[in-house]
Structures are given as structure tokens and as C-alpha cells.
């Protein structure tokens, strides 16, 4: 297995970390952040509001002594983390270190690391050209949809959670993820071609061949699919991306079990009470569960800048605020304190039985 620096350790992937026992080849050693960050030297599950992992974050790392694996970049979303990746990326390269991106990078990456082509992996999946008829085709193998109502709820965590428990069980999974480093896992990353400018019609039909090629070759027990992005705008001032791609996979699929997260804020039981009915007429499935994440919009600090800034919240404050939630219909979870991921995994398997059990009726 390859000792693996992940590199810049933050949010978006430190599932890379939290479940590193689902690794496929890669053993990670240590996590890494820009000095300035303000993490240097704290439990790396600062990050995501869950319990501490017992890996410390460092912001600098001698090579020479310290460190004798590979550079895996996991994240490269915005020109403040490039400019970290450009910085770190050169002298991983003047140390002569293999360098593995896990993510898409920009031409200014690739030109740094041109000179040095022997030391570069680009582990983006090289997906095939998905060919279909204009046609809808069958799906047998039981879905289980895990989305979120909008960015940061912790999806690909109750992804990897239900994966490792039917894994566990015996059961063969297949899996389409929401995360770009998805292969890391041995899993498939969600397809290019949902992010091109195919029309909503072709994209449709590519998503269904796509799944149903999944089903043929694999021949799978379950079939999780984790939905990139939110389900709908936060307001009107943060569409984000209007709930597009969710609605394109809900036309393409049907699934069995429907699991959707949620972040932080002031709810009741009622509002998951209209939340699951408003779901349920926009895409003709019941939520079998809500998730609630450890993360909140800071709306002031949003609007100032014009994009979504966030609070962390601690697990705990989560379990009280669903605590509070008690009489909601749909039960309620909180991925990060350490019980509820395999709690939504066996609430999967349940329903999956209960409907297996109806079938024969």
C-alpha cells in the first residue's frame, strides 16, 4: 500500500481521511494545510464537526525526514486553494515526490507539473462514452439515492457509511459517488458528462445507460448513487445550481430508498413534516430519512461576500437540535457522532427487505 500526504487537508476531503480503512491501495500517513489556515497542530475532525480522528494537521513537512510516500491533491475548488496547491505541488516536485490529483486542476497545475511527468498521476476517471437508444431502460438492482437539500450536508460520509455496512454484510455494492476522488475508494466517481453542456434530455438518457451498464456488469445487491450539489437554491440571492442535476437523476432513476441531508438551523418536526410532503409531489418519492449536518449559513458573512460562508457546529449541538425533532414522522440522523452512519445503513436494508417481502406477497 502507498503512504499517502493528502494535501490540502479541509472539508472537501477528509473523508479521505475519516475512512481510510476503504481505501483501495493507499495508506494515509499524514494530512497537510496551508499555514494560515489556522489548523496547524489540531485533531484533523476540526474539519467537519465529527469526533476527533487522532491525526494531527500540519502546515509544513520536511520531506527528507518526515515523509517518504506519495502526495495525493484532493482539493482544488477555488483560486485561494490553487494558489496552495501551486505552492506545496513545487517543492513536493523539487523533492522529487510522486504526486497523485484526485481531483480536477487547472492548465496553470498541469503547466507547473509538465516538466516532471514521471512523478504526476491524474486519477480523474477516464469514463466511457455512454450510448443509448431514447430510451429509458429497466433497473432492477434496489437504488438508494443519498442527497442533500444544499451544499456541505455531508453526503459522500452517509455514502461511504451505507457502502462500508452492506459491504460488511455480505452484500455486493455498487456505487456512484458525489465526490470527484471517488476511485480512491474503489468506487465510481458521478459522470462527466452531468457537468457538460449536453441538453437535460441527452444527459437523462446517458445517466439511466449509465446505471443500467453498472447493473449488467456488476451484477450488485444495491446500487448507491450519491447526487452532487443541492436539491434546491438556498434562497434567491444563493441559487446555486437550482436543484438541476438532482432533478436530471430523479428522471433518469427510480429509487428504492430516498436518504436527504440537510445543514444546521432552527427547524421543528413540522418543517421535515413540509419539507418530505414538497419532496415527495416535486419528485414522486417518499424521504425515508433526514440527515442533519454540522454546518449552518452565516448569512451575514454571506451576503457580504456574495458567496455561502458557513458556522461549524458540534455533533453535539446537532443531537440536541434533533432531540427537539422527536415527533417528525421521518426519522432524523446525525451522521457525525459516531453511531447514526450504520443506524441510516440498517434503516436501508430494512426498507429494502420490506419491500422484497411486499414483492412476494
Keep these: 500500500m502507498k503512504k499517502v500526504l493528502l494535501f490540502p487537508y479541509n472539508y472537501n476531503c477528509c473523508e479521505i481521511l475519516r475512512y481510510r480503512d476503504m481505501l483501495i491501495d493507499y ?18 475532525g476540526i474539519v467537519d464537526g465529527g469526533k476527533n480522528i487522532g491525526v494531527n494537521i500540519l502546515e509544513t513537512i520536511d520531506y527528507g525526514q518526515d515523509f517518504q510516500g506519495v502526495m495525493i491533491v484532493a482539493d482544488c475548488t477555488n483560486e485561494e486553494i490553487e494558489q496552495a496547491v501551486l505552492i506545496y505541488v513545487e517543492d513536493a516536485i523539487s ?3 510522486e504526486i497523485i490529483f484526485a481531483t480536477e486542476v487547472s492548465d496553470k497545475v498541469k503547466e507547473l507539473c509538465s516538466n516532471k511527468p514521471e512523478q504526476i498521476t491524474y486519477l480523474i476517471d477516464k469514463q466511457p462514452t455512454i450510448k443509448h437508444r431514447w430510451k429509458l431502460l429497466q433497473i432492477n438492482t434496489p437504488i438508494a439515492v443519498i442527497a442533500g437539500l444544499n451544499e456541505l450536508t455531508h453526503k459522500f460520509k452517509i455514502q461511504l ?6 459491504s460488511k454484510q455480505g452484500y455486493k455494492v455498487s456505487h456512484v459517488g ?12 458521478f459522470p462527466d458528462f452531468m457537468y457538460s453542456d449536453l441538453n437535460e434530455t441527452e444527459k437523462i ?5 449509465y446505471i443500467r451498464d453498472i447493473e449488467k456488469k456488476e451484477q450488485s445487491d444495491i446500487i448507491i448513487v450519491g447526487v452532487p450539489g443541492g436539491i434546491m437554491p438556498y434562497n434567491e440571492k444563493f441559487p446555486g445550481h437550482f ?18 441531508s440537510c445543514l444546521y438551523d432552527n427547524y421543528n418536526a413540522e418543517y421535515f413534516e413540509n419539507l418530505s410532503t414538497g419532496i415527495r409531489h416535486k419528485y414522486g418519492v417518499d424521504v425515508d ?3 442533519i449536518s454540522t454546518f449552518q449559513v452565516d448569512i451575514n458573512e454571506s451576503e457580504q461576500s456574495r458567496v455561502l460562508q458557513y458556522y461549524k457546529i458540534t455533533h453535539n449541538e446537532v443531537t440536541t437540535l434533533i432531540d427537539s425533532c422527536k415527533d417528525s414522522s421521518v426519522p432524523i440522523f446525525n451522521i ?3 453511531t447514526d452512519g450504520e443506524k441510516i445503513a440498517e434503516l436501508v436494508l430494512n426498507k429494502l427487505q420490506e419491500y422484497s417481502e411486499a414483492e412476494l406477497v
Design 27 to 44: 495508506e494515509v500517513i499524514d494530512v497537510l494545510a496551508p499555514s494560515g489556515w489556522g489548523v496547524n497542530g489540531k485533531d484533523a
Design 95 to 97: 523533492h522529487n515526490k
Design 161 to 166: 457509511e451505507v457502502n462500508q455496512y452492506f
Design 178 to 189: 458525489s465526490k470527484q476522488y471517488g476511485g480512491l475508494f474503489g468506487i465510481h466517481s
Design 205 to 209: 438518457y446517458r445517466f439511466n445507460k
Design 243 to 260: 436543484g438541476i442535476t438532482m432533478f436530471e437523476v430523479m428522471q433518469a432513476i427510480r429509487p428504492d430508498i430516498l436518504i436527504m
Design 289 to 291: 430519512a433526514f440527515n
Design 336 to 338: 457525525m457522532n459516531g
